[in-house]
């Protein structure tokens, strides 16, 4: 089973930016898909990006034009640069697999707070 780490939140003023890392403990091509995901207080965790195996991406309507999902596929990383952030944007993110359809464990997550 894969383990990932996510890490790169903290807290930052609107309008502000954040990286998000996501160290995947086995190579990109275990997987169809790696994306973002993000879980507010009192909120369902809800999608944020993702970028798939061919480098395809994808992103939530919300965090279009303000993020950018990128890989390294050499360090088996996955980032999420954060720009303009809002506090709306607060959360606990996480980042996680999908292969054949079904949704991989997920990681310990890493809080982004955003002041405004």
């Known amino acids: 089973q894969v383990q990932l780490v996510e890490s790169g939140g903290g807290l930052v003023q609107a309008g502000g930016s954040l990286r998000l890392s996501c160290a995947a403990s086995?190579?990109?091509?275990?997987?169809?898909?790696m994306g973002w995901y993000r879980q507010a207080p009192g909120k369902q965790r809800e999608f944020v990006a993702a970028?798939?195996?061919?480098?395809?991406?994808n992103y939530a309507d919300s965090v279009k034009g303000r993020f950018t999902i990128s890989r390294v596929s050499f360090f088996n990383t996955v980032y999420l640069q954060m720009n303009s952030l809002q506090p709306e944007d607060t959360a606990v993110y996480y980042c996680n697999t999908v292969t054949g359809g079904v949704l991989g464990s997920w990681g310990q997550g890493t809080q982004v707070t955003v002041s405004s």
């Open positions: 086995r190579s990109f091509n275990s997987f169809d898909t």
């Open positions: 970028i798939t195996s061919r480098g395809s991406r």
